[in-house]
């Protein structure tokens, strides 16, 4: 069983930036893609990014976040990060990481993933 623990949410204004950490135990963290997701009140949870695990390390995000996210793990530490950069008012969300060994093109489905963290908000408004 493993578990996730986010932070570094937080306000933010436009154009700002914020990293996020996602802290694992009771894992082998090295083996699992670990993915982020965001989810609005009312909507749908939406892929944000990803890193693959068992030393691929290839990353894949979403079109609405290239460019301005960056995802990152250390392996050593079982943490993973998104790095956001260029904030705005869209990117305003409940911001979750979950972990798992999905398959290529299951990558970007929330269901593919096994274990998933409590969130932590990130608001971007001036």
């Known amino acids: 069983q493993v578990q996730l623990v986010e932070s570094g949410g937080a306000l933010v204004q436009p154009g700002g930036s914020l990293r996020l950490s996602c802290t694992a135990s009771?894992?082998?963290?090295?083996?699992?893609?670990v993915a982020w997701f965001r989810q609005v009140p009312g909507k749908e949870r939406e892929f944000v990014g990803a890193?693959?695990?068992?030393?691929?390390?290839?990353?894949h995000y979403a079109d609405s976040v290239k460019g301005r996210f960056t995802i990152s793990r250390d392996n050593a530490k079982n943490t993973a990060y998104l790095q956001m950069n260029s904030l705005n008012p869209e990117d305003t969300a409940l911001y979750y990481c979950?972990?798992?060994?999905?398959?290529?093109?299951?990558?970007?489905?929330?269901?593919?993933?096994?274990?998933w963290g409590q969130g932590t908000q990130v608001t971007v408004s001036s």
């Open positions: 979950a972990a798992g060994q999905p398959i290529l093109s299951s990558l970007r489905t929330e269901t593919a993933y096994w274990y």
């Open positions: 009771g894992g082998t963290f090295r083996r699992y893609t």
């Open positions: 890193v693959r695990g068992s030393g691929g390390n290839t990353y």
